[in-house]
């Protein structure tokens, strides 16, 4: 696609609930990454792929978190029995390889909001 | 050793004013130094980053000014407008590894007309 998809835009979900985030990255691109956006807080590194494996996944909060990717494309976040601490934004980012440095921008997608009530 | 600091939290500027936005970081193997803009509902978008062999950058009106040794990097908006109103975030990742950025808290600008 055109740039990154994120589904579902908005999601309300009871406490206890699981709850599934999906990522569609711009195709090619073979490093896709999940951050989380509190409110008023800055962007919270959760997990990195390249290709189908996640060889950084330091930033996922708790056990209650999980991710995966198939087929080198789609990713989805997994949260479980969500508690209130969990409402953020979630955003989820890709690249055309995972190298850093210039010439590799991070397009950014444009959040899922998630809400525990 | 990943923190990346940045400040003010908020800054409100006159149109046509300069503004001044502070970063400023503790790994010294960071090597890679992106400015990101966020409108409300959307996600961030870069605007313009810079390496530490090259002191400054300038982009239009954007210009990211980087002091080593100070380990300190700036973003300046020269005749700032009102579509400048957003929030801004400075990052800081490594070449080597996975490029993984780390975040600013992110200034929210206003710009007044």
């Known amino acids: 696609g055109a740039g990154v998809s994120q589904s579902p835009s908005n999601k309300v979900t009871e406490k206890g609930k699981d709850v599934e985030l999906r990522c569609d990255p711009i195709?090619?691109?073979?490093?896709l990454y999940w951050y989380r956006q509190s409110l008023g807080q800055g962007l919270e590194f959760l997990i990195y792929?390249?290709?189908?494996?996640?060889?950084?996944k330091s930033g996922l909060p708790s056990d209650r978190f999980s991710a995966e990717r198939t087929g080198g494309s789609v990713s989805t976040l997994t949260i479980q029995r969500t508690q209130q601490e969990d409402s953020a934004v979630y955003l989820c980012?890709?690249?055309?390889?995972?190298?850093?440095?210039?010439?590799?921008?991070?397009?950014f997608g444009e959040g899922s909001w998630l809400t525990v009530v | 050793q990943q923190q990346v600091k940045q400040s003010p939290q908020s800054l409100i500027v006159q149109k046509g004013g300069i503004s001044i936005i502070n970063c400023a970081y503790e790994n010294t193997a960071f090597d890679y130094f992106p400015w990101y803009q966020q409108f409300p509902g959307k996600g961030p978008a870069l605007l313009i980053a810079i390496r530490p062999d090259v002191s400054e950058k300038k982009e239009g009106r954007f210009t990211i000014s980087f002091n080593k040794s100070a380990k300190q990097f700036s973003l300046h908006i020269m005749d700032s407008q009102p579509g400048d109103s957003a929030t801004y975030f400075c990052?800081?990742?490594?070449?080597?590894?996975?490029?993984?950025?780390?975040f600013g808290q992110g200034t929210r600008l206003t710009i007044n007309p």
């Open positions: 195709s090619g691109h073979t490093a």
């Open positions: 792929f390249q290709g189908n494996s996640a060889p950084d």
């Open positions: 990052a800081a990742s490594m070449r080597q590894g996975a490029q993984k950025l780390v």
């Open positions: 980012a890709s690249s055309r390889s995972g190298t850093g440095g210039s010439g590799n921008t991070i397009y």
